[in-house]
């Protein structure tokens, strides 16, 4: 089937479009101190903003899939009532400013946090301006992420295979272990690295949250937003690693959307 032509009103303000959006990121490139990059990688205050970012978002990933996986599995195959408020709840965050969630976490996290104050007071446990806050603060934003992404897998789901297996006798957690999770493998893979690349570029929540000392709560958004005005080279050289985790995001996820994007 031969393409249409694209109507020549459309030409102009589409390529003014992509000139808008590829523009910033050849700036990026161009600007880059290239000669200069290996050093600026190793610098004490991005080494720290680095491994701090891929640790704590490989943290918030691997909490978000252990959360997130049963409560997609419940929006997705529970008939239980108030599965819609249930969805627009879990999706706030989405649309949420991330400042607005890091004030939310700590007026439940603070120390005169709804469950904060108790932790204060049962434990002597702290968790505002820790790493810990830093893992709290990248799942809030990233994990609806995931479960959005699992939940369309388990409805685009063969049920007949499940069907089968309770036929043959397998009770729903055996099923869920050795039917469900592997039809839905491709949807948890995708969910992850979606997950996991919002936790690794999350700014608000953390700082608003965790604050921003270094090698403690400094990750590279927040090392990036301090660079700029003390070192503007180092802050190049941070977000061009935050570039290149999004375009392999993208090439990871190419085969599963964009790619089906442009089959379609």
Do not use: H, K
């Amino acid at each position: 089937m031969r393409r249409a032509r694209t109507p020549a009103p459309l030409l102009v303000p589409a390529a003014l479009a992509v000139v808008f959006l590829v523009l910033p990121l050849v700036a990026l490139l161009v600007r880059t101190p290239w000669s200069q990059l290996g050093t600026l990688l190793v610098a004490p205050g991005v080494g720290q903003a680095l491994r701090l970012s891929l640790v704590s978002a490989t943290l918030a990933t691997a909490v978000s899939v252990v959360l997130g996986v049963p409560l997609a599995w419940v929006l997705a195959r529970s008939r239980a009532r108030g599965r819609a408020v249930l969805r627009a709840l879990v999706t706030v965050p989405l649309v949420l400013p991330p400042v607005v969630g890091g004030v939310a976490l700590f007026l439940v996290l603070g120390r005169q946090g709804i469950v904060g104050r108790w932790l204060d007071e049962a434990f002597g446990l702290t968790i505002p301006f820790t790493t810990a806050a830093v893992v709290i603060a990248e799942t809030f934003v990233a994990m609806p992420f995931l479960v959005i992404s699992v939940e369309g897998a388990l409805r685009a789901a063969d049920v007949r295979y499940e069907d089968a297996a309770a036929t043959l006798g397998a009770d729903r957690w055996t099923t869920f272990r050795r039917v469900t999770l592997p039809l839905v493998a491709p949807g948890v893979a995708a969910g992850a690295v979606l997950c996991w690349a919002r936790a690794l570029g999350e700014f608000g929540a953390t700082i608003t949250f965790a604050g921003n000392f270094p090698g403690t709560t400094q990750t590279m958004p927040l090392a990036v937003y301090l660079a700029l005005q003390r070192d503007p080279q180092a802050a190049i050289v941070l977000s061009l690693v935050l570039l290149v985790v999004s375009v392999a995001t993208l090439l990871l996820l190419r085969d599963r959307w964009l790619g089906r994007g442009a089959a379609a």
